[in-house]
């Protein structure tokens, strides 16, 4: 069964800081990768997603990640984050082929301070 | 254009007790899966609802059940609550296999 890894429970940073979160995974396949991120009371929404081509994808807000497939990784990365971007944020995996049923990481708690 | 929306918000519950969460799908969609969110945990995947039968069951006890209707909303019940059984209860809605939505999710809390 693959199985999501994120490194960086809880991340604080000060606006206009450089954002990286670490994401690896483990599943011999082919896999679908994407980013969520869930807001302070609202709901999970999507950042950005890889399935294929290009391995760098860019998604809203700014953010974009980049798939290293010989590292199972797909690390989220932002320049210059705002104090909006205080969140939680989930890496995901889905199986090529396996239908759309997501595996999740365990989350990244990130804090931006004006 | 609604997307997905779930009832109750919130709800508590006792030990032993049974419980109904209910997901409405975003317009069009025809896929309901259901996640459940421990606290500091990511989701977890319950199961998923496609034709009004079960596709695909993650690593979940037989205590977790589900239903979808014709209209494609879908119920997920849980019976003889556990404490463990707390969490934030996510449906997620799709058209076939193609991206999910999520819903803001049930918080349930077992007493």
């Known amino acids: 069964a693959q199985s999501v890894s994120q490194h960086n429970h809880h991340v604080i940073l000060s606006e206009a800081a450089s954002l990286e979160l670490g994401c690896n995974y483990s599943y011999g396949g082919t896999v679908n990768l994407f980013w969520y991120v869930q807001y302070p009371g609202q709901h999970l929404q999507l950042l950005l997603k890889y399935f294929s081509g290009d391995p760098l994808v860019k998604g809203i807000k700014g953010f974009e990640a980049e798939f290293i497939k010989s590292k199972f990784s797909f690390n989220l990365r932002k320049p210059s984050v705002q104090w909006s971007d205080t969140a939680e944020y989930f890496c995901a995996v889905g199986i090529t082929g396996g239908g759309n049923k997501l595996t999740f990481g365990t989350g990244t708690q990130l804090k931006v301070e004006l | 254009d609604a997307g997905v929306t779930q009832s109750p918000t919130h709800l508590i519950k006792t030990r032993g007790q049974q419980v109904t969460l209910r997901c409405s799908p975003k317009?069009?969609?025809?896929?309901v899966s259901w996640y459940q969110q421990a606290l500091g945990q990511g989701p977890q995947f319950i199961f998923q609802?496609?034709?009004?039968?079960?596709?695909q069951r993650g690593n979940f006890p037989d205590r977790f059940s589900g239903h979808q209707f014709p209209n494609y909303s879908s119920e997920l019940n849980v019976n003889a609550l556990l404490l463990g059984d707390s969490a934030l209860y996510l449906c997620?809605?799709?058209?076939?296999?193609?991206?999910?939505?999520f819903g803001p999710g049930t918080r349930l809390t077992v007493t």
């Open positions: 317009s069009g969609h025809d896929t």
């Open positions: 609802y496609y034709e009004e039968e079960e596709r």
């Open positions: 997620a809605s799709s058209l076939g296999q193609d991206l999910q939505y």
